[in-house]
């Protein structure tokens, strides 16, 4: 009972239960859903699931990005435009090398494509670590110039380019899986490695917390932001390239478009607050599952997909109203939390709700 | 009016105590005081007469009525948007959902009038859901302590996904709705040719509402109260100002500003409403908030300096469109350029006053 309890009031739980959700609905409607075939010309497996990790990869990266950004009481607006920028360097490298095999080529363009985001990155976190811009601000400076830095890139064209190793990005498949997605939980491991075994993770939590504490306790915060910033971006340009990759063509406006509202509703449903302060990997990576089958779901019912938002706004509403004190406190009998010493909450008695009783059992 | 009543006028002022000093010497410095708030607007003022000229001595023909004109009409559903999201962010918050809601109020709204509505009624329903998305947006930062920036996307999202479900092609309103008289032409100046110096309705409205929020501001104690939160939310809340109430009054009103920038851009646009009306309209509005002066922090800002942001982001297109060499690629590039510096502008101002 406790357990379940515990698991109740943790955020991503209720990610996984809407992905299961989600695709119940979608079997219900189809019963073969879920199934798993092989395409006979390829020879590689095609479904439905698979389709969901492959769109997902990107999505997975960017809130992975934007999930240590949030971390640190900051936010990152300019990711969507990080991916289109990443994509068009890497479509018009590979464009001007015009190599369509080329492994090199394709290193080439991952390679300037990342390049150019990091530096793009820098920029932001010395906006915001050096001349104390507001995150908000700064990055959303960063995301017009962005999407106009694509198309000086482009020369405002959607170029597109053939290169085959580059295609197999997410056309490929390791283990029958879509080669992004693994690339991308891979990845996610190794930056889950190196917040967890080193100080790094801590210190961006300590950073969002309290910043005046952790800068008395020694941490210097400019070089975790700016990292924080450049990590976001970096991990952007290659969630640009995984969504290029796919259609082997960069589109100067719909590359990336939004994606950034996609990725804090992630980080969100993973419950990491936006306050600031605990981040949690696993849960960003999860919301993102969650919003690539939300995707998917809505496309296979037949809705429009510009209609896709309203879904969304339905899960965000839902989920911060499920983490919001007052309602715990009435569904939960629990009184709001000791957790905020400061400002007395009214207490949620006089609410004149019997399910109080049921908490202090 | 009885906001504007200060202390000094309600209390007796007490015997024998000396006469407070307010010699020519405290007027300079709380002079040098008050334009220290106001520099970035003069500045963004200062370039905004500087892009005029430019244009004018470059291209000419941009002092002219015609010109002018035109260029305040196609730019009154921004006035208004930037009136509402300068309340709302002089109260430290913001309200992403402005550009989602303009193209659900204006696509439901066409419709209710192609379902033979009352043309009148639903011009109002369409101000009405702009002021519904806001009370949902409000209540959720209030009572159940949602980010602004969070509730406000959410209501971004449902706003553009409810336009979608209600329609993905253009609908346009029925021949001879009252909504189309919002868009018939003035003139006020018979100019030769075609240099008239006309006004629409709709302009005429976004002018209201600029004056009516400029009194709301600074001469009510509801608008009193929205600076009080931004400047400190606990304070205004020790001092017993209705924070929550107010609160939830900021986004209602910044929805159903809204909402009645989708009426006028409707009306303009001859009565077409699309779902995909007023992608990064929101932008725009905090763009010219930030241009015009106001601290994304809250507390300060002008609701007229916000208008002198619209026109600078106004003069900015004017250019780039009349120039016609600088490729429309760079257009987000330098409105990101200009938005950044003055953010600049306003933290080095902001930093030299805390020292």
């Known amino acids: 009972m406790k357990r379940l309890k515990t698991a109740l009031r943790t955020p991503w739980f209720w990610g996984i239960v809407g992905i299961f959700l989600l695709l119940l609905v979608n079997t219900l409607k189809d019963p073969a859903y879920l199934a798993i075939g092989v395409n006979p010309t390829t020879g590689l497996l095609t479904g439905n699931l698979l389709d969901i990790l492959r769109v997902s990869a990107p999505i997975i990266l960017i809130a992975l990005g934007m999930t240590f950004v949030i971390a640190t009481e900051g936010i990152d607006l300019s990711v969507g435009s990080m991916m289109a920028v990443g994509g068009a360097v890497a479509m018009e490298t590979l464009s001007n090398i015009g190599d369509p095999t080329s492994v090199g080529a394709m290193l080439t363009a991952i390679a300037l494509a990342i390049l150019l985001a990091v530096l793009l990155g820098a920029v932001n976190g010395v906006l915001v670590a050096v001349v104390g ?64 075994r080193t100080a790094l993770g801590l210190m961006i939590e300590s950073i969002g917390i309290n910043p005046h504490a952790s800068r008395l306790a020694g941490i210097r915060p400019r070089p975790i932001l700016i990292a924080v910033y450049v990590l976001s971006a970096g991990l952007a340009a290659v969630g640009g390239l995984f969504s290029v990759s796919e259609v082997m063509t960069v589109s100067v406006s719909g590359t990336g478009n939004q994606m950034e509202l996609d990725a804090i509703l992630a980080v969100v449903i993973g419950g990491t607050s936006l306050a600031g302060g605990k981040f949690s990997i696993f849960g960003s990576t999860v919301g993102a599952l969650l919003i690539a089958t939300l995707n998917k779901t809505v496309l296979f019912l037949g809705v429009p997909s510009a209609a896709t938002p309203a879904f969304k706004a339905l899960v965000i509403i839902a989920l911060v109203l499920l983490q919001s004190e007052r309602i715990r406190s009435w569904a939960f009998g629990r009184k709001p939390s000791a957790r905020k010493p400061s400002g007395p909450e009214r207490p949620a008695v006089g609410t004149g709700n019997p399910v109080t009783k049921e908490a202090v059992a | 009016m009885s906001g504007s009543r200060t202390l000094a ?18 007027l300079w410095s709380r002079l040098w005081e008050r334009s220290q708030t106001l520099l970035p607007t003069l500045v963004a003022l200062l370039l905004l007469f500087g892009m005029l000229i430019y244009a004018e001595i470059a291209y000419g023909r941009v002092f002219h009525a015609g010109t002018i004109s035109s260029l305040l009409v196609s730019f009154a559903p921004t006035i208004i948007l930037a009136v509402g999201m300068t309340i709302v962010i002089i109260s430290a918050g913001i309200d992403l959902s402005v550009g989602a809601v303009v193209a659900f109020s204006s696509v439901a709204g066409v419709m209710l009038m192609n379902l033979g509505w009352n043309g009148w009624v639903s011009i109002i329903l369409m101000i009405g859901f702009g002021a519904l998305f806001g009370l949902i947006a ?218």
């Open chain 1, 133 to 196: 811009l507001q995150p908000f601000i700064s990055t959303l400076v960063m995301m017009l110039a962005g999407r106009g830095i694509a198309r000086v890139i482009t020369g405002g064209q959607n170029t597109n380019a053939t290169n085959e190793p580059f295609r197999q990005l997410a056309n490929g498949q390791i283990l029958g899986l879509p080669t992004s997605f693994v690339l991308a939980i891979v990845i996610v491991l190794l930056i889950a490695l190196l917040m967890r």
């Open chain 2, 9 to 26: 006028e309600v209390v007796p002022p007490a015997p024998g105590l000396p006469e407070v000093d307010q010699a020519p010497r405290g």
């Open chain 2, 138 to 355: 409000g209540v959720m930062i209030q009572y159940f302590n949602v980010q602004p920036f969070i509730a406000t996307l959410a209501m971004m999202f449902l706003a553009r996904g409810l336009a979608s479900i209600l329609s993905t092609t253009p609908v346009v309103a029925p021949e001879g709705s009252p909504l189309l008289l919002l868009a018939t032409d003035w003139k006020l100046i018979d100019g030769p040719k075609v240099n008239d110096f006309t006004i629409t309705p709709g302009l005429l409205i976004a002018i209201v509402v600029v004056v009516g929020a400029v009194f709301f501001m600074h001469r009510t104690r509801m608008g009193r109260t929205v600076y009080g939160i931004g400047g400190s939310e606990s304070s205004a809340q020790l001092m017993g100002l209705p924070v929550a109430k107010t609160r939830v009054w900021i986004y209602i009103i910044s929805g159903a500003l809204a909402g009645l920038a989708g009426v006028v851009y409707t009306a303009e646009v001859g009565g077409k409403a699309q779902n995909v009306t007023g992608i990064g309209w929101e932008l725009d509005a905090i763009a010219a908030v930030v241009i015009g002066g106001t601290l994304l922090t809250g507390g300060a800002g002008y609701v007229l300096g916000s208008i002198i942001g619209v026109f600078v982001i106004a003069a900015l297109r004017l250019i780039i469109t009349k120039d016609g060499t600088i490729n429309p690629e760079y257009l987000t590039i330098i409105t990101g350029a200009v938005l950044l510096a003055f953010v600049l502008l306003q933290r080095a101002l902001t930093s030299r006053r805390k020292q």
